[in-house]
């Protein structure tokens, strides 16, 4: 979340971020059968990977605006009506999608391989 947003825009951020990353993870576990955790785990760790993509992407330059920094002046002038533009929620959806399926899919790799053994 950018440093010029308020509270409210920056719960959506997280919201956002989080039920991406919860669906993202829900759905590896049924494209995955065998690696899933279960219903309510898989869209756990994907939601925690959403949160988790999104909050390392916000410090790749280039990346962050996407997020939420406001660094164009396209973003700048929007700021003044309200910073939640479909630049931003758009990049904060996919990194979330990205980070829950990520996540899922490293826990089901370490966990479920470690546990085979």
Same mark, same amino acid.
């Given at each position: 979340m950018g440093p010029k947003m308020s509270a409210f825009e920056s719960v959506i951020l997280i919201v956002v971020e989080f039920v991406c990353g919860a669906a993202s993870g829900l759905a590896f576990g049924r494209w995955a059968d065998g690696q899933s955790f279960g219903r +309510? *785990?898989?869209? #756990? *760790?994907? !939601? *925690? +990977? +959403? #949160? #988790? #993509?999104?909050?390392?992407?916000?410090? *790749?330059? !280039?990346? +962050?605006?996407y997020l939420g920094y406001f660094e164009n002046a396209a973003d700048a002038t929007m700021q003044g009506v309200g910073g939640l533009t479909p630049a931003i929620l758009v990049g904060v959806g996919v990194a979330g999608l990205l980070g829950g399926v990520i996540l899922t899919a490293l826990a089901a790799f370490l966990l479920r391989n470690r546990t085979l053994q």
């Open positions: +309510g *785990i898989n869209s #756990l *760790i994907g !939601g *925690i +990977g +959403g #949160l #988790l #993509l999104t909050w390392i992407a916000e410090n *790749i330059p !280039g990346v +962050g605006r």
